[in-house]
């Protein structure tokens, strides 16, 4: 498996296939497999953003090694409607498509680090990464 991966989204199976290749990933990092499924908890869910909102984008993965430690780095693309409030949409429970609200924030919240882009009308880039430090 290469240590790049894209997965276009534009089904529900491709929500589905970013989540294992993410696990897949984080697993050749050396993630524990409660951290695998954390980063792929966290790939899911900016997926199905991708997917509810945007109705088609790209999550694209790849490992980054930095010193004694690697991340699963994670860009999630989209040309939709864009996010504009960022706050608002980070909050707990905020839902503009009636789901639960737990999308962004919560990808957030799995991550060590996380950062969101967007423009009104232009789409959203959302880049998060997971660190493991090597022994």
Do not use: P
């Given at each position: 498996m290469s240590d790049?991966?894209?997965?276009?989204?534009?089904?529900?199976?491709?929500?589905?296939?970013?989540?294992?290749?993410g696990r897949e990933l984080a697993a050749k990092v050396g993630f524990s497999r409660g951290d695998q499924t954390v980063i792929a908890a966290a790939i899911s869910e900016i997926a199905r953003n991708i997917l509810t909102?945007?109705?088609?984008?790209?999550?694209?993965?790849?490992?980054?090694?930095?010193?004694?430690?690697?991340?699963?780095?994670?860009v999630a693309t989209d040309s939709g409607p864009g996010i504009a409030d960022i706050p608002t949409a980070m909050r707990d429970g905020h839902s503009t498509s009636g789901g639960l609200?737990?999308?962004?924030?919560g990808a957030q919240v799995l991550m060590d680090e996380f950062e969101i882009k967007s423009e009104p009308g232009r789409g959203t880039t959302v880049t998060m990464c997971k660190w493991h430090r090597r022994v």
């Open positions: 790049e991966i894209a997965v276009v989204i534009t089904t529900d199976v491709d929500v589905v296939s970013a989540r294992q290749r909102y945007a109705r088609k984008g790209e999550v694209r993965m790849s490992i980054r090694n930095d010193g004694d430690r690697s991340a699963v780095l994670v609200g737990l999308g962004l924030g």
